[in-house]
């Protein structure tokens, strides 16, 4: 039974479990939210989300996507944390992505940050396949895993009164969700996503 697992088992998060959104293959814009999940601080899950284009050459355009956690008390919004996707694609296929972090307080004075710690790792990417880590209870607040690995760091790249502020709310913060929304300038059918709350990562690439 479960008593039998040892300390250290149990110690051994789940992997990801994944959830795939059903983006439109006809339409230009979509947008999705979660439902909310119960989260108990100072343990605050990790959000993925992994991008897949398959073998699917997208169509010359432009896109923009955000992915987006946020994280709430009973009264309602405490903070968000947004990684925002501008993607370029050429009648060549090339692909130029660049993104940004954002990560907002509310109810509070002089509440943003914004980084582009991420972009010059996105830049490399010659495709859109990638996976990307949220991590509200990190100071690396965003990360990317594979292909390429960066992280973006709070301390680092916001004031530090933003950094106190933002591990003085993770006390009140009782749920959290996670939304998607895409724009493109053609149709959004090349590319996959999905997101997991909660659980580890393992690289599948061998």
Known sequence: GIDDLTEEEEAQPDAVVWIPITVPHRQASYSFKSKFVDVSPPKLPNIYVRFNTGDNSPPPSTVTISVAVDLNDEA???????????????????????????????????????????????????????????????????????????????????????????FQL??????????????????LNWFTVEYGIGGKFESEMM
């Open 76 to 166: 309602g919004i405490l903070a968000s944390m947004v990684h925002k996707y501008d993607i370029e694609i050429k009648a060549d296929g090339s692909f130029k992505t660049t993104g940004r972090e954002r990560v907002r307080l509310y109810r509070l004075w002089k509440n943003q940050c914004e980084s582009r710690r991420l972009s010059p790792v996105l830049r490399q990417l010659d495709n859109f396949d990638h996976v990307l880590q949220m991590s509200p209870g990190s100071l690396n607040l965003y990360s990317l895993l594979e292909p390429l690995t960066r992280s973006m760091n709070l301390q680092s790249q916001c004031t530090s009164d933003m950094t106190r502020k933002w």
């Open 170 to 187: 993770h006390g009140q913060i009782t749920k959290m969700k996670f939304r998607f929304f895409a724009k493109s300038s053609h149709k």
